[in-house]
């Protein structure tokens, strides 16, 4: 087993600028291994925290590691922060299920991307002025729902019964 080399305090803002390029990059596990390299030395830095959050939902398909992600939304400095970035892991979750489009996918998008909403409505109510930001996700998962007929509650429509 290899032992990590540890990052000087003096490299996390270059290296925070290359896990941010290399989420750009679509290279997502690399951004992760950064962010950890950066929580190591400074397990405090918000900026850091808030990009293996995303690193880890780009990540997110068969075994995502959503509870991994939801584990650091409690080391978020703020309620607007801890709101908005659980609304963000749910929406990718259940983008992820829909990618993979198993039988019932679309009601477990739905129950995740319901969650998301609810995250982001809280997140409204507490962002600073001219941050929409809730807004926006708000809109995106409700585009999502209202576009694809297979995203829709578990008992939507009529009741089935049995005939005697």
């Not at 490299?11 to 989420?23: L, M, N, P």
């Not at 400095?77 to 609304?87: C, K, L, Q, V, W």
């Not at 007929?149 to 008992?155: F, L, M, Q, T, Y």
Request: aromatic content about 6%; overall charge negative.
């Amino acid at each position: 087993m290899f032992e990590l080399k540890p990052l000087s305090a003096a490299a996390i803002e270059s290296a925070k600028q290359k896990a941010a390029h290399f989420r750009l990059l679509n290279e997502p596990r690399l951004a992760e291994s950064i962010c950890r390299d950066i929580l190591a030395v400074d397990p405090n830095d918000q900026e850091a925290t808030i990009a293996l959050i995303l690193s880890l939902s780009d990540q997110f398909g068969p075994g995502a590691r959503v509870t991994e992600a939801m584990d650091l939304i409690s080391t978020l400095a703020t309620p607007f922060d801890r709101e908005y970035y659980s609304g963000i892991i749910a929406e990718r979750k259940a983008i992820s299920i829909l990618k993979v489009s198993n039988p019932g996918a679309g009601q477990t998008a739905y129950d995740w991307l319901r969650c998301a909403m609810d995250h982001f409505d809280s997140a409204e109510s507490l962002s600073p002025d001219g941050n929409d930001d809730g807004v926006l996700r708000w809109n995106t998962c409700a585009r999502i729902i209202n576009s694809r007929s297979d995203v829709r509650p578990a008992n939507d429509g009529p009741a089935v019964t049995m005939l005697e």
